[in-house]
């Protein structure tokens, strides 16, 4: 049976930025520290993590959402997930990144939420706060 991971991070930056923080190979790569491959087209294929996970876009809305369908190598054949990222202007100037990621086997799902928070929101969180600082100090 299939569950359902969701999160929510408050991010010190516009929705633009977030976007193309998720959807611009080597903007991904940086806060990865992975080698990603990410089409920016619907039907388009992306390969995060060096290969480890693979898919295709579902769906864009340019600075509002992102929708893909997900698998890692290691999940038996024909097994997909769905990834969703929205993106909302919230006050301030920042951006609320609500992720649900859909499909997720459940012998699975403790590694892939505690990984989407290693992998995927802190260092996000923690890239975008570096980014202000180098803004603030040039």
Known sequence: M???IKQNVTL??????IFEA???SKKHSAFTGAPE???RKVGGEFSHHGGHI????????????????????GWAKGT??????SLALVKGGKTKLSFTHQGV???QIKSITSGWKAHYSQPLKAAVLKRKKAR???
Not at 80 to 85: E, H, I, K, N
């Open 2 to 4: 299939s569950q359902v």
């Open 12 to 17: 010190d930056a516009r929705p633009s930025v």
């Open 22 to 24: 998720l959807m611009d």
């Open 37 to 39: 491959k990410i089409s």
């Open 54 to 73: 693979g898919g295709v876009n579902v769906d864009i809305i340019e600075n509002k959402l992102i929708v893909q369908a997900w698998r890692p190598k």
């Open 80 to 85: 997909w997930s769905l990834a969703t990222f």
């Open 105 to 107: 086997p459940a012998a």
């Open 136 to 138: 603030v100090c040039a």
